[in-house]
């Protein structure tokens, strides 16, 4: 009986640290999710961007970007939002240039 309670408090436990793991990078197609380089994957996001205005991460390389908006992310390797370099997609990732624009 008492391993049974064991077993069900440690799959609520569980259960509860999943949801809050999940809450944080919930996919509710509004976020960029980006990691500045040499941060060792400290991840920071823009939430819910703007559809033109530019957004620049610090001024220096992004290792790794993850776009979840609905967006298309085009980025830029000139200060303001200038020479533009590419795109990332909604659900696309890859290493950026520390510029984006959302179209």
């Known amino acids: 009986m008492k391993a049974r309670a064991a077993f069900a408090v440690a799959g609520l436990a569980l259960g509860l640290s999943l ?51 609905n967006m298309t992310a085009e980025y830029f390797s000139g200060p303001g939002c200038s020479g533009p370099e590419g795109s990332l997609s909604p659900g696309g990732y890859g290493d950026i240039p520390g510029n984006v624009v959302f179209h």
């Not at 500045?36 to 530019?54: H, I, K, L």
């Open 19 to 69: 949801a809050t793991c999940s809450a944080a990078f919930a996919d509710d197609g509004n976020d960029l999710y980006w990691s500045p380089a040499g941060t060792d994957g400290q991840y920071n996001s823009v939430m819910d961007p703007a559809a033109g205005r530019c957004y620049t991460f610090g001024g220096g390389q992004v290792e790794y970007a993850y776009n979840e908006t």
